[in-house]
Structures are given as C-alpha cells and as structure tokens.
C-alpha cells in the first residue's frame, strides 16, 4: 500500500508519517519511509538545488519541472520497486504537492502538471492520502523560530493559496484523500490515521 501524508508547512505531516512508519514496523510490516523531493541520492540533490534560498528569480516553470525530475528517480528508483517487493511505502509529500504549490500556489496549468505528474510516475497514486489540514497563521506561528527553506519563507497568502488547493484536490478524491484537523494534538490525529489504516486494511 502507498500512503502518503500532505499538507502546508507546519502542519505535522512528517511527525504523522514518521508515527505510521513505526507503527507499521512494530507490526512487523515491510515498510518504507521516504519524502519528496527526495528518497534517493539523484533526488535529494534536486531536493538541496530546490529548497536553497538564492538570490535569483526562481521561475515557477522551471520549479516545476525540478520537483517532477525529482519524483521521476524517486518512483522509478524506490516507490515502484519497494511496492513492487510487497511493502508499504509511506511518503512525506508526493505530487498532490505539486498541484497545491505549483498549480493553485504558483498559477501554472493544473492540466498541464497532471500531465507532467503521471508521465513521471507512470500515472501513479497514493492508495490513501491523509491531509493535515491546519489554518495558515497557525502553521507559520509553529514555524516561528525555525530555519526556513525557500518556499517556508513564502507570503502568508501564497500558503492560503496551496492550503485551498490542498482542500480541493481533497473534495475532487474523496475516496483517496482523507482531511485531518492539524490543530487537533499528535496523538488525537495519529489515532484518526490508524483507524483509517486499520478500516482499510482490516486489523494489523
């Protein structure tokens, strides 16, 4: 199963998947735990190029396509051969990420990035997506005091921006995409997560 976890910076989402991924373990479950960008060598490189703050204009173009090559190894490399050996494969964003930020973020084409997302992946997707929905103010009060990466360091209304194409990619995929209250504690939102794994998967 390919789970992953989405949502604004701030929200908890790598505490969450983290949480899975150990949980999953205690149950002796083959498991992986990975992030986007990144996961393999080739991608964390993109990974550090995307996420250093630089003085030049960083054109929303040539963004995207950084975060698709990134995703590109990171599939054909180990999302698709670890699912393929019969494990669970958790990942700390993936590219409903790239819809929220790029598309309703940065204004390009979400037609044009669907595209471009199942070309790098093979058409791809998460069997259950678990967003952690947190408002904006919120998310940047957390991250008060924290070294941020590039996109961290955003306008307040670039992060409405993805925040509301996070929540509507959720409304599109029901099915898929389960939404979580962030401002719930960790635990309260961990127990929400195992329900879901467990509602879906039978007992583990």
């Not at 173009?61 to 494990?87: D, M, Q, T």
């Not at 009060?141 to 921006?161: P, T, Y």
């Not at 879901?196 to 998967?201: D, H, I, K, P, S």
Request: glycine share 8%; net charge negative.
């Amino acid at each position: 199963m390919f789970i992953t976890f989405e949502g604004i910076e701030g929200c908890g989402k790598t505490t969450q998947a983290k949480l899975l991924y150990q949980w999953l373990i205690d149950r002796g479950k083959e498991t992986i735990l990975t992030r986007e960008p990144g996961g393999t060598p080739s991608a964390e490189e993109l990974r550090e190029f995307i996420l250093r703050e630089r003085e030049e204009d960083f054109p929303p173009f040539s963004e995207l396509c950084l975060y698709i090559a990134a995703r590109g190894f990171h599939v054909e490399n180990l999302i698709r051969p670890a699912l393929k050996e019969g494990s669970f494969v958790i990942c700390d964003r993936f590219s409903d990420s790239t819809l929220a930020y790029q598309g309703f973020g940065r204004g390009i084409d979400v037609d044009l990035i669907e595209k471009m997302n199942g070309e790098a992946t093979g058409g791809l997707k998460p069997n259950l997506t678990f967003l952690i929905d947190l408002p904006v103010e919120v998310a940047f009060e957390r991250l008060k005091g924290k070294k941020k990466d590039r996109l961290e360091m955003e306008s307040l209304e670039f992060h409405r921006k993805v925040r509301e194409g996070f929540l509507k990619i959720a409304e599109k995929e029901k099915d898929r995409v389960v939404v979580i209250d962030g401002r719930k504690s960790v635990d309260e939102i961990f127990n929400e997560v195992v329900k879901e794994v467990q509602r879906r998967l039978g007992a583990l």
